[in-house]
């Protein structure tokens, strides 16, 4: 019996330092993985933040681009009106004017139109045609032209501005 116990004491003894040293092993494999990941997880971190501020950059130079090339239309849009301008205050004046007279007279027109085609519908001049009352006939004369023709003047003229106002935020 002593010589069995001293067997497997001389065993584990033998064995007992490759055991610690396979241990220590596991122990310093698994630190390192661990070092591992947190590398890893910092090397993401600065890769997120690296990429965010990219990301800000592009923003801000696109933003500066849009700048420039406005104020270079701008420009560009008050160098050719100088070109145009011939120095004679009314002749300036004048073809400064031709848009906005044409858009008051066609304007006047249509609303001078309009006042006919009511006049006609509330008291027609055919005896076959019988009188139609107030709201009747605004609802005749409001139809899918006349609500065509008015969201073409208001995205006209509130489109733009609204779509200028978009570039810039």
Do not use: C
């Amino acid at each position: 019996m002593i010589a069995l116990l001293s067997a497997l004491l001389g065993f584990i003894s033998s064995a007992a330092p490759d055991l610690l040293k396979l241990y220590r092993d596991q122990r310093d494999h698994a630190h390192e993985l661990a070092l591992l990941r947190l590398q890893m997880e910092h090397a993401q971190a600065l890769q997120h933040s690296a990429q965010a501020e990219q990301a800000q950059e592009r923003a801000v130079k696109l933003e500066a681009i849009a700048l420039e090339t406005a104020q270079a239309e701008q420009l560009a849009l008050n160098a050719r009106l100088q070109e145009q301008m011939t120095g004679i205050e009314w002749v300036d004046a004048l073809a400064g004017s031709v848009r906005p007279m044409l858009t008051y007279g066609f304007f006047l027109l249509y609303v001078g139109v309009k006042i006919a085609q009511f006049h006609l519908l509330v008291s027609p001049s055919l005896p076959w045609q019988a009188p139609a009352n107030l709201s009747a006939a605004l609802v005749l004369l409001w139809g899918e032209e006349d609500v065509a023709i008015f969201s073409a003047i208001m995205a006209f003229w509130f489109g733009s501005r609204i779509m200028r106002h978009a570039r810039r935020a």
